[in-house]
């Protein structure tokens, strides 16, 4: 069956500029969370759904960080006024509910320039 | 933020060879999950160990959780060229739902 799909796989951006990243996640799955992975480093935890709302969004390091997810499906990580700091590599995951394996998409690596 | 730290940060071996890499904590973990990770792509779960003292075997892998539940080891027995990857520990973070929190990960590169 279809894996974690993100779009776009690849995003530059001028710094200052508002960015949405797309997750959509395997089918059935209840649970989704997106993470940021800078490089030589792993994934670190932004924020967790479950249906429709935000579980957690610990992780989110300020509020340029936004993220929905309408339909309990497909979520958009939204990042405000862009800095060169934001610069990485998103990673979109999906499992059957909270505590289950974590599957995970192919990332969209976000350059802001 | 329970902090996971693996070792070796880097290894780079021959065909054939054998290799153990270590995720140590000084949180315990509900369970503890590996992951290998290939360029432009995401993590792919191999293993998720749950029980002190468990060893799972995947193929020519085997992957052990301390009995504290503390840390982890992967051993690879007679390395591919297809093993080459960035190796990465998770636990979930039992002040935080179901986050998982990543080591910084192993990468290896095997060799003909």
């Known amino acids: 069956g279809a894996g974690v799909s993100q779009t776009p796989s690849n995003k530059v951006t001028e710094k200052g500029k508002y960015v949405e990243l797309r997750c959509d996640p395997i089918?059935?799955?209840?649970?989704l969370y997106w993470y940021r992975q800078s490089l030589g480093q792993g994934p670190e935890f932004l924020i967790y759904f479950q249906g429709t709302g935000a579980a957690d969004d610990s992780g989110l390091p300020n509020d340029r960080f936004f993220a929905v997810r309408p339909e309990g499906s497909v979520s958009t990580l939204k990042i405000q006024r862009t800095e060169r700091g934001d610069s990485a590599v998103y990673l979109c995951?999906?499992?059957f509910g909270g505590g289950h394996e974590q599957y995970f998409g192919p990332g969209t690596r976000l350059t802001v320039t | 933020t329970q902090l996971l730290e693996q070792s070796p940060q880097f290894l780079s071996i021959q065909e054939g060879e054998n290799l153990t890499v270590y995720c140590n904590s000084s949180s315990v973990f509900s369970s503890l999950q590996w992951y290998r990770q290939e360029p432009g792509e995401g993590p792919v779960l191999l293993v998720t160990?749950?029980?002190?003292?468990e060893v799972k075997k995947l193929k020519r892998l085997t992957f052990q959780f301390g009995d504290a539940r503390k840390d982890s080891s992967l051993h690879i027995t007679a390395a591919q060229t297809g093993d080459t990857g960035l190796y990465l520990c998770a636990g979930e973070d039992s002040n935080s739902g179901y986050a998982l929190n990543f080591g910084k990960g192993t990468s290896l590169l095997v060799t003909p």
């Open positions: 995951a999906s499992s």
């Open positions: 089918s059935g799955h209840t649970a």
């Open positions: 160990v749950v029980t002190g003292g």
